[in-house]
T-cell receptor
Framework: QKEVEQNSGPLSVPEGAIASLNCTYS??????FFWYRQYSGKSPELIMFIYSNGDKEDGRFTAQLNKASQYVSLLIRDSQPSDSATYLC????????????FGTGTRLTIIP | ETGVTQSPTHLIKTRGQQVTLRCSSQ?????VSWYQQALGQGPQFIFQ???????GRGNFPPRFSGLQFPNYSSELNVNALELDDSALYLC?????????????FGQGTRLTVV
């Protein structure tokens, strides 16, 4: 079992709709969870992080965390063509360890 | 702009050669982590440096080594390059001050080994 799993996609969503990206992780002790966006040929860009169960909203983005189910998701509302990218889920284990374990990423395409 | 800078941006090396990649961390950050990202994959953790010492290492051979300097900048050295070392190398800067701190990436170095 991979430590962090994501559906590789591609995920196609019409412009203006909600895109839902999912991620599961295997280490129950994981403390912090991050979503990065990566455009082709570029480096990952941090979108959101979350560490408490529940929802965290930032503009059009909402991160959701359920530690009991070891599940984290990212919702993108009012999807725009500029949201087309690969979305990487990353998990940090515990305090004092800055190592991030990444999933393979989900490729999202917003269809105009 | 994250404030994390890497150099060079692109590099072509021959198999068997050695390479040094550089990273300047974001102001106020004391931890630098290095990642290797192969095409179509997520970044893989190589190692991290905190207070000039290696503080955690992923599943990479000893020919991958690094340094962190007093100003928190860092180098990644790879000896005896192999074709499979061709990848995007990413440096991430963070602050090991509290539990929930974000890591910001530099623009990466694209290494091609021929």
């Amino acid at each position: 079992q991979k430590e962090v799993e994501q559906n590789s996609g591609p995920l196609s969503v019409p412009e203006g709709a909600i895109a839902s990206l999912n991620c599961t992780y295997s280490d129950q002790g994981s403390q912090s969870f991050f979503w990065y966006r990566q455009y082709s040929g570029k480096s990952p860009e941090l979108i959101m992080f979350i560490y408490s169960n529940g929802d965290k909203e930032d503009g059009r983005f909402t991160a959701q965390l359920n530690k009991a189910s070891q599940y984290v998701s990212l919702l993108i509302r009012d999807s725009q063509p500029s949201d087309s990218a690969t979305y990487l889920c990353a998990v940090k284990p515990n305090f004092g360890n800055e190592k991030l374990t990444f999933g393979t990423g989900t490729r999202l395409t917003i269809i105009p | 702009e994250t404030g994390v800078t890497q150099s060079p941006t692109h590099l072509i090396k021959t198999r068997g050669q050695q390479v040094t990649l550089r990273c300047s961390s974001q102001s106020g950050h004391n931890t630098v982590s290095w990642y290797q990202q192969a095409l179509g994959q997520g970044p893989q953790f190589i190692f991290q440096y905190y207070r000039e010492e290696e503080n955690g290492r992923g599943n990479f051979p000893p020919r991958f080594s690094g340094l962190q300097f007093p100003n928190y900048s860092s180098e990644l050295n790879v000896n005896a390059l192999e074709l499979d070392d061709s990848a995007l190398y990413l440096c991430a800067s963070s602050s090991r001050q509290s539990l929930n701190t974000e890591a910001f990436f530099g623009q990466g170095t694209r290494l091609t080994v021929v």
